[in-house]
């Protein structure tokens, strides 16, 4: 009898039932998520399909191609008459609150221990799972390593990088001075960046490793991957699929590891000896990368854990996230946004020019006080990140306080677990903040700093002087927002002005580019988006520059 049951059980399941259990199993713990999710007050406007079971479905399946339509319309409706509004988010993550730029102030206001950048940052990247461990998604040390010591180290780092940056563009663009070459600039900026960006983290020697570039390019392109798919995953399932899904990250830290431990090991020698007296150490200095940043931390706070060679080798994987794919597609939109710009304009020319005389004026070589003078490619920088924003919506903060927040002029609280962003997409493009603000306007801030400068000193006031100077490109404020704003605004964006200022300098100082008649349109998926990664350019090496 209990033989012919089991059998009959064993019959039944075909691998049609199996499946379509397991799918409605799953179907039904990303309708618990969102039972489960945070309930936002009612007085609070909602963009997409609206409330209701049916909606929500349609808020799913659509969110990944309408997320920005939706960002857009919200930004219109209800931003502009200051008021935040709810955008569908993907299936298993609560929605976010779109808050209006009156309130980024009110928001930033709060400590961390209220509304949460760092865990806000886990949960949309699964950090847990994809920086290969709970222990460096709750400690967010790297990120403290580089808000300490990156920007007090800018100047002494501009020698290695001005040297990285000439072997990198030669490599990415070539030597050829005799023919036109036409080759993808996406591939261009990822034979670039990785070792420049590098050179700061891991410092010379492994930056031009390829073996190592690859496997951090790899690892982050992991990473987004994994996002996606974790997006689609009940949170009661995380624990088991995070880490199946993210199981490739290990692979590509070990390839990584493999050249960056043993410089991290004789680092922590040197140090130590230099430390001890060594007199072999006499003449030695630590290079000053993120390496002994890190390092030097550890032993000031003495972190035991921190100096272990493996932890320093994973504390470079998010800091690997961070730079490498937002410079790319930073780099690889100036670009086209030049390329594409009417050659009448005479942007290129400009910052040709501009480049050409600061450099000589410089001795031959980039310092940090030349690189600050070039009004022209940082405004033309400024100016693509304003206009070719790489998200529609950042700065994600999570109130974590367990009693929620509450804004008394709005009338609404809202509750432990709620998502808010801000509107990167609608403040960007708002012809109010930014006349004719879809234009691509490369001299925008400059021509007004370039008037400055050229008045005499007696005529110069040191109000408009401190005006302007805001209006370079690492300055952030409420309405520009390509680097965050507020106290977790990038820590990076100081050493990312002089990467690409130099990338850009050297790319035209050394090369002639043909226009682009048009400019390749971008894709977005979610909040995301795809850059143009197709778009070819064609150029030639200037005579006399090899
Ligand atoms: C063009 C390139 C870059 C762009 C557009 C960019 C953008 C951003 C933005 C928008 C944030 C703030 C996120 C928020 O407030 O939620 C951020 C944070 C951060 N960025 Fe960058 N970034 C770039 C390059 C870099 C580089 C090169 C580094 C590393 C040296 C870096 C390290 C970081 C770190 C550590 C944070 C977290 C700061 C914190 O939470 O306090 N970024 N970045």
């Not at 479905?57 to 709810?86: H, M, P, S, T």
């Not at 431990?261 to 000053?288: F, N, Q, S, T």
Request: hydrophobic share 40%; net charge neutral.
């Amino acid at each position: 009898m209990a033989g012919s049951l089991h059998g009959q059980i064993i019959e039944s399941l075909t691998p049609g039932r199996v499946f379509g259990s397991l799918f409605l199993v799953f179907v039904g713990l990303l309708v618990l998520d969102h039972i489960w999710k945070p309930t936002y007050p009612e007085n609070i406007p909602v963009v997409g399909y609206g409330k209701g079971t049916l909606a929500s479905l349609q808020n799913f399946c659509y969110y990944v191609f309408r997320y920005r339509d939706w960002v857009i319309e919200g930004y219109q409706k209800y931003n502009k008459q200051n008021r935040a509004f709810v955008v569908p988010a993907a299936a298993s993550r609560a929605p976010d609150i779109i808050i209006p730029r009156s309130l980024t102030k009110w928001l930033l206001e709060h400590p961390d221990s209220v509304v949460s950048a760092h865990e806000a940052h886990n949960d949309v990247l699964y950090s847990d799972y994809n920086f290969l461990g709970k222990v460096y998604a709750d400690d967010v040390w790297h990120t403290r390593v580089i808000h300490k010591s990156l920007a007090r180290h800018l100047s002494s780092l501009v020698p290695g990088i001005e040297e990285e940056v000439a072997v990198a563009v030669d490599k990415a663009f070539g030597t050829d001075a005799d023919n036109w070459k036409t080759l993808s600039l996406w591939e261009a900026w990822l034979t670039i960046v990785p070792p420049v960006t590098n050179r700061m983290l891991v410092g010379e020697g492994v930056c031009r490793n390829i073996g190592f570039c690859k496997a951090m390019v790899s690892f982050v392109d992991q990473v987004i991957l994994n996002c996606f798919a974790l997006h689609m995953v009940p949170q009661i399932m995380l624990p088991i699929f995070g880490p199946l899904i993210t199981l490739p990250n290990w692979w590509m830290w070990r390839k990584a590891a493999k050249h960056s431990l043993p410089v991290i090991r004789k680092r922590l020698d040197d140090m130590a000896k230099k430390e001890a007296g060594d007199p072999a150490y006499d003449d030695w200095v630590a290079p000053e990368d993120f390496i002994t940043w890190d390092i030097r931390m550890a032993k000031a706070e003495k972190n035991y854990f921190e100096l272990d060679p493996y932890v320093i080798s994973k504390r470079l994987l998010p800091i690997q996230f961070a730079a490498i794919h937002t410079t790319v597609i930073t780099g690889h939109g100036i670009i086209l946004d030049l390329l594409s710009s009417d050659p009448a304009k005479g942007y290129i020319d400009g910052i040709r020019e501009e480049a050409a005389r600061v450099l000589k004026e410089e001795g031959g070589r980039w310092t940090k006080n030349g690189l600050s003078r070039l009004y022209r490619l940082d405004s033309a920088i400024r100016e693509s990140q304003r206009l070719s924003n790489f998200s529609c919506t950042l700065m994600e903060r999570k109130v974590i306080a367990e009693e929620g927040i509450t804004n008394e002029e709005e009338g609404w609280h809202l509750p432990k677990g709620t998502f808010l962003t801000v509107n990167l997409e609608g403040l960007h493009h708002d012809d109010d903040l930014t006349p004719n603000a879809n234009e691509y306007d490369a001299f925008r801030t400059s021509r007004q700093r370039e008037e400055y400068e050229a008045k005499p000193q007696s005529e110069r006031s040191l109000e408009e002087g401190l005006r302007l100077k805001n209006l370079g490109m690492v300055t952030t404020s409420d309405a520009h927002l390509p680097f965050g704003h507020g106290r977790h605004a990038c820590p990076g964006r100081f050493f990312v002005a002089h990467e690409l200022k130099m990338v850009v300098a050297n790319l035209l100082l050394n090369y002639d580019l043909k226009p682009i008649s048009e400019r390749p349109k971008p894709q977005w998926i979610g909040v995301t988006v795809v850059p143009p990664v197709d778009a070819k350019i064609e150029l030639k090496r200037r005579k006399g520059t090899v």
